[in-house]
């Protein structure tokens, strides 16, 4: 065995392991904790935070115009008089305290109060917006680096099938076999990838750096994210965004805010009523005046008319700023609508062509399989062998980049509505990146070992698919739980339910409901060494209230009562 072929295993061995660890690894980092530790360090919080405390100030202003004054003041004068013709110094020492109080400023003052409470709903509605937006931003850089994780991975599997074709390649060659030119090609193919491979590198380092930056952590033991099934029509994300969408909210209660200062400009206009009680406190004056004021209570009425306008002014600047507030709220209403519903109808193409993008992954496996033993045997050339492995490199990549887009999508349609860091905390589940569908751990491309893979896609004697897949389908649609039940083996669960009792208490209640319809296509099968059987088809739902459609995986075995399902997965 040659270094280089060593090396080549060692490579392909690490590959693997490196794409399974982040799904292995015993103490995850799943998404909503990454979340949890970032929302209340990030600097856009904590300026929202701010900006909302700030708020809190405001409304403490405009209620404390309600309050009197209380005002001490203290006089001393020296002065040179005259009188009777006489020069005459005086000594003038006074002291007296003043209580003022705004009884009335023409509904001023309820109305800037009011003004400050809506600012204050706005600034609370801006922090959670921001808490969205944060938590969408890393979800997204999340992603990122899982997505780029395991395209890596893809990667460096391909860069290790073109290196053995290369050693495959040049032993033929300096066998007479081959031309020096098939040497070339391969080589330049094999340059290419590895430098594909270097740029992948660096983006995930990038996509890292700032993933670490964000979080303030390293992305280590990553686990791939995911929502529960929930209702992803345009019409159902529009009225939830324009209920609870803090953005909306935020803008509707600025609107008021410039209504209420629209009203502190027009009482500006009306008179005021001011109560003012003086009391002298202490009165000096050497040599004494003829006479001088002790004590004094004093209301007053005052009604100022602008003659400059400024205050007519001042109500047209806040219709104006009112108007603008009324303007930016449509605005944003606008801009959820503009950007929600492109993204539902994108959604539904990504999970409309899910299904092709996995018989395109499973069709290119089998396509190299069949490619590298027709090459050993002459009848297929390296052009096409290498073509077909950069086409399974191409179906893997874009099949993960559905799945990816995907979650991305749901995750920004929740933070348009409002409902992300909640769906994050209640309804999130951890997911598994799309893999090819081959019952074999590890991929081996040995003819011996394609050889087997194709025999093993023959059905088991005895099992027939479509009866069997198409029974199970019919005891759902038609609501029957007994039969339903049948399908299964006696101590079936799944990792989402503790025991076989939860899961039957949990099927029983979803199988019994009226109307619904459980449709498969795309049936195929595949008979595992050990005599089991897995079928995979795509299977749609349909519901009075739900709808989806997914690929699911049964894994039959056979027991004394007939073929039984022990495990079953959705893709």
Not at 144 to 171: F, P, W
Not at 256 to 279: F, H, I, T, W, Y
Not at 293 to 317: K, N
Not at 454 to 466: C, I, M, R, S, V
Request: hydrophobic share 40%; glycine share 4%.
């Amino acid at each position: 065995m040659s270094m280089r072929s060593t090396l080549t295993r060692f490579s392909r061995a690490a590959a693997l392991v490196g794409t399974l660890l982040p799904c292995a690894a015993v103490h995850t980092a799943p998404l909503p904790e990454v979340v949890d530790r970032v929302i209340d360090a990030h600097p856009d919080i904590r300026s929202a935070q701010a900006l909302l405390n700030a708020a809190d100030a405001l409304v403490g202003q405009a209620r404390s115009a309600y309050y009197p004054t209380l005002g001490l003041n203290w006089n001393a004068a020296d002065s040179r008089d005259e009188q009777l013709g006489a020069p005459l110094d005086r000594t003038i020492r006074r002291s007296e305290a003043v209580l003022s109080w705004n009884l009335f400023r023409g509904a001023a003052d309820v109305q800037r109060n009011r003004s400050a409470r809506y600012e204050r709903a706005a600034a609370s509605a801006d922090l959670a917006w921001t808490r969205e937006q944060v938590a969408l931003e890393v979800a997204e850089r999340y992603t990122e680096v899982l997505r780029l994780r395991r395209v890596l991975a893809h990667s460096a599997g391909l860069m290790d099938d073109y290196r053995q074709l290369y050693d495959k390649v040049r032993t033929r060659a300096e066998a007479g076999r081959l031309s020096s030119a098939d040497v070339e090609q391969i080589r330049v193919d094999l340059i290419q990838v590895e430098s594909r491979h270097a740029d992948l590198q660096s983006q995930l380092d990038a996509a890292e750096y700032r993933f670490a930056r964000i979080t303030g952590q390293p992305p280590e033991a990553l686990s791939a994210p995911g929502f529960a099934p929930a209702e992803w029509s345009r019409d159902t994300l529009l009225a939830a965004a324009e209920q609870f969408s803090p953005r909306l909210k935020a803008a509707r209660e600025r609107v008021k805010a410039r209504q209420a200062d629209v009203g502190v400009a027009r009482g500006r206009l009306m008179p005021s009523v001011d109560l003012e009680l003086r009391k002298r406190l202490s009165a000096r004056i050497e040599p004494a005046q003829v006479s001088d004021t002790v004590d004094a209570t004093q209301l007053s009425v005052a009604l100022e008319i602008p003659l400059g306008g400024g205050d007519f002014s001042r109500i047209r600047e806040a219709l104006e700023r009112r108007d603008a507030a009324l303007a930016s709220a449509d605005a944003a209403r606008l801009a959820i609508d503009t950007e929600l519903a492109p993204l539902v109808r994108e959604r539904e193409q990504l999970l409309h062509i899910q299904p092709r993008l996995r018989e395109r992954v499973d069709a290119s496996r089998r396509l190299v399989d069949a490619y590298t033993l027709q090459f050993d045997a002459a009848r297929r050339s390296l052009s096409d062998l290498a073509s077909a492995h950069a086409d399974r490199f191409s179906a893997r990549t874009e099949l993960l980049d559905n799945s990816v887009r995907i979650f991305a999508i749901e995750a920004r349609l929740l933070s348009l509505t409002g409902a992300l860091r909640e769906r994050l905390a209640h309804a999130y589940r951890p997911a598994t990146l799309p893999q090819e569908s081959s019952p074999v751990a590890a991929a081996d491309h040995t003819p011996q070992a394609t050889a087997a893979a194709q025999a093993n896609e023959n059905p088991a004697p005895g099992f027939d698919a479509a009866e069997q897949v198409g029974a199970w389908a019919r005891d759902w649609s038609a609501g029957s739980y007994p039969d339903y039940r049948r399908h299964y083996s006696a101590d079936f669960t799944t990792s989402d339910h503790p025991s076989t009792a939860a899961w039957e208490r949990e099927r029983r209640q979803r199988v019994s409901r009226t109307g619904i319809a459980v449709s498969i296509r795309a049936l195929t099968t595949a008979t595992l060494p050990d005599g089991r059987v897995m079928t995979r088809f795509v299977q749609h739902y349909r519901a009075p209230a739900y709808e989806d459609t997914v690929a699911k995986v049964l894994l039959w075995s056979r027991h004394d009562t007939g073929w039984q399902i022990v495990r079953e997965t959705v893709e």
